[in-house]
């Protein structure tokens, strides 16, 4: 299974001109050690973001600052590094942008149900939302260095295909430790199980849960593909990731330095971008080569499925701050 995990890892790097050549070392005697955590698997876009910033920061600080990087999980959960990240543990973190909202819950606001219709009314909020997400993080102890994007998710199960809200009524799924995803589970009737990313596997093969939603592209490099039967392609939340600087690290580094770490080159936000929706079509491919069954969801069916889950948006701006119903506002507005 590693191997041909890693196998279409290659032909995805492959595709989209991804390789990258091995990082400068850091000087032995480098003064800052940056230690970036992600869940993010080795052989994906996200990887190569990381490992571009890695090479451009030890390289623009002459050595420095030296990057390690901890992904696949090696750090833990997603909430566990952001918890490491806010208490000066770690360095930096990539991570989706439900994880951060552990932490900043007014950013919930971008990950409700049917919020964006396409791609690029996500980006056009997203960036129209910098300044106050900035803002958000910088009081809960991160900094904030660019976007990134897992993408649009999509429900897998091990029974059968999600036409209809009220095909999901009683079964047992996973769900994002995050208070939009789970009230959307219980919007349908769904069993919602908060499992961290490292049990899906194991419990989507010992029945503790019968299926999840993610995006293609993580639930591939996951391998949680294997542990399912069908894949319906409902778009249900578009979910961006975050990459941050954890603040008691970044404050304590001079002027100058903090100035090489914040440097975000030209295009790169968006390269990262493209590079993860490029690898959709590929997937679907792969998915029913590998024995899924796909199948995407009408115009009418979303619409079905929006109106069903239309709760869970005035939940979230019943109970947030004053900065969360504008964050709301700014996405809405796009």
Known sequence: MKVLANRYCLVAFLVLGLLLPAGTAAAADAEFTLRI?????KGTPWYALLKRAKKRIQTESNGRIKVKLYVGGKLGSENSIVRRCRKGQLGGMAVSNGAVGSAVRELYATELPYLFDNFKQAEQALDAAKPLVRELLAEQGFVFYMWGENGYRHFAS???????????KGHKMRAQPAMPHVEMYKALGASAQTLAVSEVTTSL???VVTGYDN???YAFATQWHNEVKYV????HIYQPAVVTWCKKWFDQLPADLQKVV????AGEERKGRLAVRALNNILKKKYVEQGVEVKELSSGQKAAFKRATAKVEKKFAGSTSARGKKLLSIHKSK
């Open 158 to 168: 091990q029974k059968r295909f999600f036409t209809s809200p009220s095909d999901l």
């Open 205 to 207: 093969s010992n029945g």
């Open 37 to 41: 955590g992600s869940v993010a698997p």
């Open 262 to 265: 914040m440097r975000a080159p």
């Open 215 to 217: 995006t293609l592209i």
């Open 232 to 235: 319906t392609l409902s778009s």
